[in-house]
């Protein structure tokens, strides 16, 4: 099983109308690869059962190639963002201000600034400090400025420890009390306009979202019986996409569940992964085939400098050869070229050898967006397919790149 952009004629593989062996051999391996069809249907799956007064905010930090946010905003949708640096790449694409939320767990005061002074539609605010520093913030500018408050709804989100962010003892958020607490004081430099959550990643159960709606509704009722002009409530991101393409999570199905419940309020989601995750693809040359013990090593030229996922989180990425060249498929740990033994990519039954090309799926989101230059290594290409056409969206760097910014 395979992404749905992907499809086998006489044993090799396409992506859209691309024959990926053909740029395999044509382009310096690895480089990244994403579908815009897969793009637009997922960002489509999203806004199917949205009302005109709901938002969907693509969280940018799971992918931030200008060209792919560009494709989320030319489609009407907003952002989520956790940086001055990503609300500088989101502003320099030419998004509405007006359809940008800020989260975040530890903005400092000159990102907090750039954004009050770009009039972002809310800053969700995360900690009592924040709080302060953005009143100050408001007087010092002589403004009212539109924040939200993010809480930590204590909800087990039931995914990798590492990705949960919504449990009382995580760091994200304020306890319900203490945003109830806000909500009886007065702050004359803010405005508090809507209610908000992200309670983790990869959730596989929607009833979750029906869950969390329910406290957020409650909470943002609270908050108007005390004076609060709220006029949103944020669900946050965190749907599932099957890295074993067996389930579907169904943006659709999760975005009709809460907007059910809605009444009048508008609604904003916040989804990273499952807009872009299945839509990328990382394509690696196989640099040789090695035995050590009782292992088989298939070494590739991509490494966790390149996709970070397996050894950060133990996640499982499908991999395939590009063309199945021969008939053995002998167990292989796929492992890349850099200096720790966490740098592997799990075992396969891959027929492969020297010089063959591997893909691996499902790497859209958080693949590209916490590459690194780890070993000195550089950042791979980036190509986004339409039908039979190619775009490089990002040129793989050069060894200039790597060294450009030290002083000596
Ligand atoms: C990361 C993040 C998201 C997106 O999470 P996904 O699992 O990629 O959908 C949404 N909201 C906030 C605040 C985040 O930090």
Do not use: W
Request: hydrophobic share 40%; charged share 25%.
């Amino acid at each position: 099983m395979r992404p749905n952009s992907i499809k086998s004629l006489d044993n090799i593989l396409y992506l859209e109308d691309v024959s990926l062996l053909d740029i395999a051999k044509k382009y310096p391996t690895p480089f990244y690869i994403y579908s815009k069809e897969m793009i637009l249907a997922a960002i489509d799956s999203y806004l199917t059962n949205i009302r005109k007064k709901d938002l969907v905010c693509y969280s940018v930090k799971a992918n931030s190639n200008l060209a792919i946010l560009k494709i989320m905003a030319e489609k009407g949708m907003g952002f989520d963002v956790v940086s001055g640096g990503e609300l500088f790449k989101v502003l320099k694409i030419g998004a509405d201000p007006q359809k940008i939320i800020y989260s975040g767990v530890g903005k400092t005061k000159p990102e907090l600034e750039y954004a009050v002074d770009k009039d972002i539609k809310s800053i969700n605010i995360e900690s009592l400090f924040e709080l302060e520093l953005l009143n100050q913030i408001g007087n010092e500018k002589n403004k009212v400025i539109n924040t939200g408050i993010r809480i930590n709804p204590d909800i087990d989100a039931k995914s990798h420890p590492y990705i949960e962010t919504g449990k009382a003892d995580c760091k994200f958020g304020l306890s319900v009390d203490d945003a109830k607490r806000i909500a009886d004081a007065s702050h004359d430099g803010i405005s508090i306009s809507g209610i908000s959550a992200h309670i983790g990643s990869q959730i596989t159960d929607d009833e979750l979202f029906g869950t969390l709606f329910n406290d957020l509704k409650a909470l943002s009722e609270f908050f108007i019986s005390k004076g609060h002009p709220i006029n949103h409530i944020d669900v946050g991101g965190g749907l599932a996409i099957d890295y074993d393409f067996q389930e579907s999570f169904s943006p659709e199905l999760m975005t009709k569940k809460v907007i059910d419940m809605a009444g009048d309020i508008p609604i904003f989601f916040e989804p990273g992964r499952s807009l872009i995750g299945q839509a990328g693809s990382l394509v690696t040359e196989v640099l040789g085939v090695k035995i050590n013990g009782t292992n088989r090593f298939l070494i590739v030229d991509a490494g966790m400098n390149d996709l970070i996922r397996p050894a950060l989180y133990q996640a499982n990425h499908k991999i395939e050869a590009i063309s199945a060249s021969s008939e053995s498929s002998e167990k292989h740990y796929v492992v890349g070229p850099v200096c720790e033994t966490a740098d592997s990519f799990g075992e396969f039954s891959i027929a492969a050898q020297e010089h063959d090309h591997l893909v691996i799926y499902s790497v859209g989101a958080y693949g590209y967006s916490m590459a690194s230059n780890y070993n000195s290594r550089l950042r791979a290409a980036e190509y986004l397919i339409d039908g039979s056409k190619i775009s490089e969206i990002r040129k793989a760097e050069s060894y200039e790149d790597l060294i450009k910014l030290d002083q000596y």
